[in-house]
Structure formats: C-alpha cells, structure tokens
C-alpha cells in the first residue's frame, strides 16, 4: 500500500489458513503526515508453519507508523513475526512503533518475534516490544478456581489474548466473522 500527502492507511489482518504460510505486508508512506497501522493475528495449529512480516516504509516528515501482531500456536505449529519500521532520510519528526506477542499453548509450540527499526533520520522518535511465552498457570488456576473448564478457561485466554487486534477491526460483520473462525482454529 502507498499513503501520500495527510492519508491514512490501516490494515487488519486475520491470517487463518490452515497451511503453511510465507505473507509480507508493505506500506509506503511517502508523503509528509501520512500515517498506517497494520495490525494481524494469526492461529497456528498441527504442524503448521508460518512466517509473517509487516514493514512500514516511511520516507515522508511526521509520518506515524504502528505495527501490532499476535499469534497464538497449537500442537507443533511455528511462527515467526517480522516487525519491520523503516524512517529513510528526510523523514524528520516521524513516529515508528511495534508489537509483536506470540502466546504458545503447547510444549512443542515455538513462536519468534522480531522487532526490526531502521533509522536513517536524526529527528525521530521509534520503540518496540516483542513477547513469546505460554500461558501462565496461575492465570489458569484462578479461571478454573471460578468453575471454568480448562478448555473454557484456555478460550478465554486466547480470546482476551487476540482482543487487542481484533477489537480494532472496524466492520462488525468482518470482527464477528474473524471471532468464529479464531473459535473453530482453537478448539
């Protein structure tokens, strides 16, 4: 995608194929006060194995960039986030911004976050988090101190987990649509 001039581009990302699966996500910000996020989730299950990048190229002055992923891996599947914010020269007084989780909910699970800033500009601000880990038992304990299920106390986990994504995604029916197949990818 290309922004120029005061545009803003935004990109929600529902990545729920059940193969195995190579995305890269470009967005051009080339004009000054242009801005984009682009924000994905992703459900790895089996054997799946995913790569997933979002780079956000900003060469004009005050542009904003924001990129949020999170995944959540089943069974055996493997992901890798590629976080990728690049401020080329002339970009002064741009904003670069990144957040990769990945939550693994099983021992052969594995997940990698890569935050990557490139900065070509003095004037500029720029940060990033990144996160892989499983979920914490005593969290688990206290949902299922309550009566909850595991299986139900896990959903929950995974669903306030994603929330962050999916929350965001402006069109109801693409938000509702996105939560069914994040509930079928998961049980």
């Known amino acids: 995608g290309v922004a120029e001039r005061d545009a803003k581009l935004d990109w929600a990302l529902g990545q729920m194929n059940d193969g195995n699966t190579v995305s890269e996500n470009i967005t051009y910000l080339l004009g000054d006060n242009a801005t984009s996020e682009a924000k994905a989730v992703s459900v790895g299950r089996g054997k799946q194995t995913q790569n997933f990048t979002s780079s956000i190229r900003q060469y004009g002055k ?7 992923q999170r995944g959540v891996m089943k069974g055996s599947a493997t992901t890798i986030f ?26 052969n699970a594995r997940g990698d976050a890569n935050p990557i800033l ?70």
């Open 118 to 187: 490139l900065i070509d500009e003095d004037d500029v601000t720029a940060g990033h988090a990144a996160s892989v880990g499983r979920v914490d038992p005593l969290q688990m304990y206290y949902l299922m101190s309550r009566g909850l299920k595991q299986e139900e106390a896990e959903r929950l986990v995974i669903h306030g987990f994603l929330a962050p994504v999916v929350s965001q995604i402006p069109i109801e029916s693409v938000r509702k649509q996105l939560t069914q197949v994040i509930e079928r990818k998961v049980n």
């Open 62 to 68: 005050q542009t904003d960039a924001y990129i949020l």
């Open 82 to 107: 590629n976080a990728i914010g690049k401020i080329e020269h002339g970009g002064s007084k741009s904003n670069s911004e990144q957040e990769s989780r990945v939550l693994m909910l099983s021992e």
